[in-house]
């Protein structure tokens, strides 16, 4: 099983600073098969990012994906008050689909 | 808009089988990959397994055995049953549709998931 470890755990942020979230696999994973959600309390997750960097329909540009092989990254150019939220990533590479134990992004 | 909305106890007790539905609106349940996804403070974010109306399945190898996964298309929804709950199985349960992408023709996986339901609490307890 492919275990995905994000960091940090809480990343304590302003509006309209810059926030970088971390997924590190235990294993490689094909970029395609890397995505990225936002869970609001009380909510569902929200699916942001798919394939490591397309944005998911409806997502606005300041959110964006990037990375390869065990390292990716989801960074938020400039929080919006909308965008304090816990974020996971999920990887699908292989079975069973895993997801990793998510960052907080609480306002400062 | 395509919607999902979970259905089913949400008290059970240890032994008992949980069984719940989601029903698939504005979308037909034979055009997708159909998923159940847990969530506990305890484990996180758990994928429980996918289910596709030619029988297809895949499940978690840490439920595998005591989960099961089928579709009704007549009703446009799709079901989950786990066996011999314990508290261990207290979640909040998701159906969420597997993501598949459009354009000119051509359908590509997104390999994630694209639309959830608003989520059911399940609680195990004696």
């Known amino acids: 099983e492919v275990v995905l470890t994000q960091s940090p755990g809480t990343l304590s942020l302003s509006p309209g600073e810059g926030a970088t979230l971390s997924c590190r696999a235990s294993q490689s994973v094909p970029r395609t098969r890397l995505a990225w959600y936002q869970q609001k309390p009380g909510q569902a997750p929200r699916l942001v990012i798919y394939g490591a960097s397309s944005r998911a329909t409806g997502i606005p540009d300041r959110f964006s994906g990037s990375g390869s092989g065990t390292d990716f990254t989801l960074t938020i150019s400039r929080l919006e008050p909308e965008d304090f939220a816990v974020y996971f990533c999920q990887q699908f590479g292989s079975s069973p689909l895993t997801f990793g134990g998510g960052t907080k992004v609480e306002i400062k | 808009q395509v919607q999902l909305q979970e259905s089913g106890p949400g008290l059970l007790k240890p032994s008992e089988t949980l069984s719940l539905t989601c029903t698939v609106s504005d979308v037909s349940i034979t055009s997708y990959y159909w998923n159940w996804i847990r969530q506990s403070p305890e484990k996180g974010l758990e994928w429980i397994g996918y289910?596709?109306?030619?029988?297809?399945?895949d499940y978690n190898p840490s439920l595998n055995s005591r989960v099961t996964m089928s579709v009704d298309t007549s009703k446009n929804q799709f079901s989950l049953k786990l066996t011999s709950v314990s508290a261990a199985d207290t979640a909040v349960y998701y159906c969420a549709r597997w993501g598949v992408s459009c354009s000119g023709g051509t359908c590509s996986d997104l390999h994630a998931f694209d639309i959830w339901g608003q989520g059911t609490m399940v609680t195990v307890s004696s």
């Open positions: 289910v596709h109306h030619s029988g297809n399945t």
